[in-house]
């Protein structure tokens, strides 16, 4: 079965950088792209960006231009979502998914000095 | 970039009633649409994608409807279980936006 297991929950001081796996199984890693979405406590959900795992090839969202790197490694079908000079306001939980119907249960960041 | 605009953003209902949420998108996405449920500590589920395929597993109660830019999820009757927040989701060209949710809430 298809499943998409998350590195564990993650605490950043502002400033800080952090890096999340993705790790997938049950399907062919390089035939879906991965997308990363976030939700701040409360929030609704936001779009961060994608991967192609085949091509490597990356699609952000503007808000995070700059700031956000998507890896892959597909000898380990994992994922990498890095995300660099953190704020306090970027503590949420961070999802990985196969395209829209396979999510993974989320990590928690939590950002705090 | 493509803005999706969802509403109601709560709604009070009973169970057994029929409810409908919209989402309008600022430009033609085709039927690059799908509808979520979240429950609360959960990651969000797929309910439907391409506007109104049902995904697999999913109660038939639950329908979508709509092409273009304005969308429609209809829950015909709706049960204790679904008392949860919605969230329509437009894929078009790959790059996501997420409507601002529904919260449903019981009466």
């Known amino acids: 079965q298809v499943q998409l297991v998350q590195s564990g929950a993650e605490v950043k001081k502002p400033g800080a950088s952090v890096k999340v796996s993705c790790k997938a199984s049950?399907?062919?890693?390089?035939?879906?792209?991965v997308h990363w979405v976030r939700q701040a406590p409360g929030q609704g959900l936001e779009w961060m960006g994608s991967i192609n795992p085949s091509s490597g090839g990356t699609d952000y969202a503007q808000k995070f231009q700059g700031r956000v790197t998507m890896t892959r490694d597909t000898s380990i079908s994992t994922a990498y979502m890095e995300l660099s000079r953190l704020r306090s306001d970027d503590t949420a939980m961070y999802y990985c998914?196969?395209?829209?119907?396979?999510w993974g249960l989320g990590t928690l960041v939590t950002v705090s000095s | 970039a493509i803005q999706m605009t969802q509403s109601p953003s709560s709604l009070s209902a009973s169970v057994g009633d029929r409810v409908t949420i919209t989402c309008r998108a600022s430009q033609g996405i085709r039927n690059d649409l799908g509808w979520y449920q979240q429950k609360p500590g959960k990651a969000p589920k797929l309910l439907i994608y391409g506007a109104s395929s049902l995904q697999s597993g999913v109660p038939s109660r639950f329908s979508g409807s709509g092409s273009g830019t304005d969308f429609t999820l209809t829950i015909s009757s709706l049960q204790p279980e679904d008392f949860a927040t919605y969230y329509c989701l437009q894929d078009y060209n790959y790059r996501w936006t997420f409507g601002q949710g529904t919260k449903v809430e019981i009466k």
């Open positions: 049950g399907y062919s890693f390089t035939a879906y792209y």
């Open positions: 998914s196969r395209g829209r119907d396979y």
